[in-house]
Structures are given as structure tokens and as C-alpha cells.
């Protein structure tokens, strides 16, 4: 693989997961909102692009190469996204389960 392309491959690694956080960002709001149905498409089309991220760096890892410090930030940025995807995904159950975490005023 020329450097060139393995740039571009680590470019859009990183743009993925930019726009995978985003996404699940959005359905973290939209929960908020009570929108169930546009918070499940948001969080499905996220899973879409971290799986399209994690292709390309998975055909990047097949390749000999020197030390890549834009891989090491893509992979950094990888990491960093499962490890929110997870804390969304629990703050989504938080918020269907306790309904006063919408703004309700009453105490639990």
C-alpha cells in the first residue's frame, strides 16, 4: 500500500468516527426528548460507520509500514468511540428507566 493511500485510508478513519460520535450524540438527545424511534436510527446508522471505520483499519493493521502517528490517532479516536458508544448506550437505559431524569421535578 503506497504512504499516500494509507493516509487517506487513516483520513477517513478518523472522519467515520467524527461522524459516528455525532450520530450517537443525536440519539442521546433525541432519548432525551422521548423520541425513541429517531434516537434507534441515529444509533443504527453510528454502528453503520463504526463498522465501515473499523474495515479500514483493520485492512490498514495488514499492512507493514512504519510508525504512523496519524494511525496511532485514528486508533485513539477508535477506542475513545466504543468506550462512549457504551456510556450512550447506558445513558439511554438510564433515561427509560428513570423518567424523572427527563426534567420531571418529582424525586424519585
Do not use: W
Amino acid at each position: 500500500m503506497k504512504k499516500e493511500e494509507m493516509t487517506n485510508d487513516t483520513i477517513s478513519v478518523i472522519q467515520l468516527t467524527t461522524q459516528t460520535q455525532q450520530f450517537y450524540h443525536q440519539a442521546f438527545m433525541y432519548v432525551k426528548q422521548d423520541n425513541y424511534h429517531q434516537a434507534q436510527y441515529c444509533l443504527d446508522n453510528g454502528n453503520k460507520l463504526l463498522l465501515k471505520a473499523h474495515q479500514i483499519h483493520a485492512k490498514l493493521l495488514n499492512q507493514e509500514c512504519e510508525l504512523d502517528l496519524l494511525l496511532v490517532h485514528a486508533e485513539d479516536m477508535l477506542m475513545s468511540l466504543q468506550l462512549y458508544k457504551s456510556m450512550m448506550k447506558e445513558f439511554i437505559d438510564l433515561y427509560k428507566t428513570f423518567p424523572t431524569l427527563r426534567g420531571n421535578k418529582q424525586s424519585l
